[in-house]
Every structure is written in structure tokens, then in C-alpha cells.
């Protein structure tokens, strides 16, 4: 009985520490030690440019800092992994949006734009459809509801969506999954079409790697003019920029591909950039952190110089909480913040890229 009493009383301080963690404004209490840098955010001013991350729910609700850093210097949040299949529809007739509703408050109440990722990709699939046995028409009827009810509950508030997730395999076919199997290439054309009709405002992205200039992005660049010559309402493709795995290191590449891309009439969106330092050049890790620092500021370069490209986005912010890290460990340090929120050279690279940029150099 006791017991009970305990665990009630915890569930109810927890859930309101919660609560009050998600409504503060953390830019009221940032640290004072960010002081002399000044932020991304604040470099961008309202100037139409999304600096972007990538953003878990759990360290925002069990640790300040992470939320004070984030508002003080991104203007777009993207959720990592909150909007995927398995987390917002983890029954067939049931959709959860518990989780993604209280990111986009944290968004509102700072002031910050969502990019939605991602509403058809073969990973992150609840077991229901994984071993649903489903007919192709079922998979369709099940993608079709899915697509409108997710981008439909978030109109108006998410502006722009990965809509379909790593589409083609590395030698430019396409990538063997659920959704190819039983529907066939049409899955990429339906999702396009179903997020349009749930949400005319979205701006719809395929989100893929494939930066560079190479056998997958000259077949990604053959399936979007394919895309645009149908008319398939879709308004540009996102770079993931995976640099140090199957995406390009190359900013002269990444700039050619992008005019390409922006010559079919369509944005790039920089969506998932990290560079981890382990193959970087440089016996020292201050040398591996310099030449990293010296990509992220060539890579924004290319995006700010580009007329069609609007967000520079990275898969987190502080090497504290980043994906690589739990695969490599924590020597790949692949983000501009280190694990104690301590801006990284590559943090003052991009300062200066935007300094610059304001300055019209
Ligand atoms: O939250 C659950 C937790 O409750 C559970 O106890 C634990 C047990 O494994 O899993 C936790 O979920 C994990 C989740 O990350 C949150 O940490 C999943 O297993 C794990 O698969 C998931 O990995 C994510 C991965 O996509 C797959 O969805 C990574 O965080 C995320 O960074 C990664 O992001 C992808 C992009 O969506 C697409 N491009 C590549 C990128 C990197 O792989």
C-alpha cells in the first residue's frame, strides 16, 4: 500500500517536473559561459534560413541545458525519431501523437519551425505491419490513412516533410523494401500526392544521401526530374550528409549537384549533416577537430551561397546525445557541441560563415 503511495507521488513529480521543463522558456536562463559566441540563431535573425537540428524528447525533459541550447541557437527542430511509423501509429487503428504534440509546443513556445521526418521509410515499422501479411491494396489503403492522418494532424504547424525516407541503394536501384515489394515504385508517387492533398502548404522532400557526384546521385537526380515531369508535387530532395559513411566530403561535388537539382526547379535541403573525426585528417584530436570544423563551415558556405537551398540541418547538436556515439563511440565527437555543451571549432566555423553571409562578403 505503502509502495503504492510512492510510486503515485513519483509518477506525479516526474510527469510535473515534465511539464515545467517543457514549458520554460529556456532562452530566459541560458548559460552565461555562451556569452562572448554569439548564437547561429541569432546570426540568422529573420532572415528566411532554417539552422537546424535534429532533437530527442527524453534529454529535453531530464536535461536543462539541452533545451536552453537548443532554443538559444536553432530556429528549426526536426524530430529524430518521434514522427516515424512505429512511434505515431504503433496500432493500426491507433495513432499516437502524444509525444510529437509536445515537441511541436516546445517549438511554438520558443519560437522555432518543425521539419517533419519521416512518414514512409522501411525502418522504425511497428511489428503490426511488419508481419501484417498484408495485400497490396491493404498496404496501400494502410499508407495512404497513415500519410494523410500524420501530415493532416500537423497542418499548419510542420512546414515542411521528409515525405519518403532513403528510397534508392547506393548503385542508384531502387532499395528493396516493404513498401517496393508490395506496392511497387507508385509508393513514392502516392506518399507525394496524399501529403499534398492532407496539407496544399507543406513543402515535400525526398530525403536521401547521395550529395555528391557519383552512381547514386545521378540516378537520385534521373528519379526527381522523373518526379517533376509528372507532376508530382514535390519540392525538393534533403542531403542527409552522413559525412564519414555513404554520404560525399566533397563541397565543390555537393555545390554541383545542388545547381543540377536547383535547374529542375527544386530546393536542397541540408537534413542530417554530422561529420564524425575519426577518418578526418590530423594525429591530434585538436587537429581532427579543426578539419571538421573547417567542413561544417565549407559545407553552410555551400548551402548560403546556393539560391536554392534554405536550411543547413545537423542530426543533433551536442556529441552528448548523438546516434554515432552509440555505435562508435564517443571519439567520433561528429557534432558542434562537445558532450558538456562547450562549443566546438566547428561551432565558431559556422559563426564566422554567418558572420560573413551577414556581412555580404
Ligand atoms: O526509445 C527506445 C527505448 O524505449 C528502447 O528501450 C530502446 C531499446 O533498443 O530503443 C529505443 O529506441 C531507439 C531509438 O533510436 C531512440 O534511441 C531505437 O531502438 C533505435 O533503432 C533508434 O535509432 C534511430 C534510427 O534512426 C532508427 O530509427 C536513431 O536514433 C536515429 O538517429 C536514426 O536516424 C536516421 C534517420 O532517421 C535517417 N537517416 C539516417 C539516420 C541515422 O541512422
Known amino acids: 500500500m505503502k509502495r503504492n503511495w510512492f510510486l503515485a507521488a513519483l509518477a506525479f513529480f516526474l ?10 522558456n529556456p532562452l530566459a536562463s541560458a548559460p552565461g559561459k555562451f556569452a562572448s559566441s554569439p548564437s547561429l540563431r541569432s546570426l540568422i535573425g529573420n532572415r528566411p ?15 536543462p541545458m539541452y533545451g536552453q541550447v537548443l532554443a538559444r541557437e536553432f530556429n528549426t527542430i526536426m524530430p529524430e525519431n518521434e514522427f516515424k511509423f512505429e512511434n505515431v501509429h504503433p496500432e493500426r487503428d491507433k495513432y499516437d501523437f502524444s509525444t510529437t504534440d509536445r515537441l511541436i509546443t516546445f517549438a511554438r513556445t520558443n519560437g522555432m519551425h518543425v521539419r517533419g521526418h519521416t512518414l514512409v521509410w522501411f525502418h522504425a515499422l511497428p511489428r503490426w505491419l511488419l508481419e501484417g501479411n ?17 501530415v493532416r494532424h500537423y497542418r499548419g504547424q510542420v ?10 541503394n547506393a548503385d542508384g536501384s531502387y532499395r528493396d523494401t516493404l513498401w517496393l515489394r508490395a506496392i511497387g ?4 508517387d502516392m506518399a507525394f500526392r496524399w501529403a499534398h492533398e492532407a496539407d496544399p502548404k507543406a513543402l515535400l522532400f525526398l530525403n536521401d544521401y547521395g550529395e555528391g557526384l557519383n552512381a547514386k546521385s545521378d540516378n537520385l537526380y534521373s528519379l526527381l526530374h522523373d518526379l517533376v515531369s509528372r507532376s508530382v508535387p514535390i519540392n525538393g530532395i534533403g542531403f542527409q550528409m552522413h559525412v564519414g559513411f555513404l554520404s560525399s566530403d566533397n563541397p565543390q561535388e555537393v555545390a554541383a ?9 527544386l530546393e536542397v535541403a541540408f537534413t542530417e549533416t554530422d561529420i564524425p573525426i575519426a577518418k578526418l585528417p590530423g594525429k591530434t584530436k585538436a587537429e581532427k577537430l579543426a578539419a571538421q570544423a573547417k567542413l561544417y563551415g565549407e559545407l553552410l558556405q555551400v548551402c548560403l551561397d546556393a539560391p536554392n537551398c534554405h536550411t543547413f540541418g545537423m542530426w543533433g547538436f551536442t556529441d552528448r546525445y548523438s546516434w554515432i556515439k552509440k555505435f562508435q563511440g564517443q571519439d567520433n565527437a561528429p557534432l558542434i557541441f562537445d558532450a558538456q555543451y562547450r562549443p566546438k571549432p566547428a561551432h565558431q566555423a559556422m559563426v564566422e560563415v554567418l558572420q560573413k553571409w551577414r556581412r555580404g562578403d
Open 257 to 265: 549537384n545542388i545547381k543540377r537539382i536547383g535547374d529542375l526547379g
Open 185 to 188: 515504385p507508385d509508393y513514392i
Open 15 to 24: 510527469s510535473l517536473t515534465a511539464v515545467i521543463l517543457l514549458s520554460s
Open 134 to 150: 498484408f495485400s497490396r491494396d491493404e498496404l496501400i489503403a494502410i499508407l495512404e490513412d497513415h500519410v494523410k492522418t500524420v
Open 49 to 63: 534560413f532554417h539552422i537546424a537540428t535534429a532533437v530527442k524528447e527524453k534529454p529535453l525533459l531530464y536535461d
Open 159 to 168: 512546414y515542411a516533410w521528409d515525405v519518403v525516407n532513403e528510397v534508392l
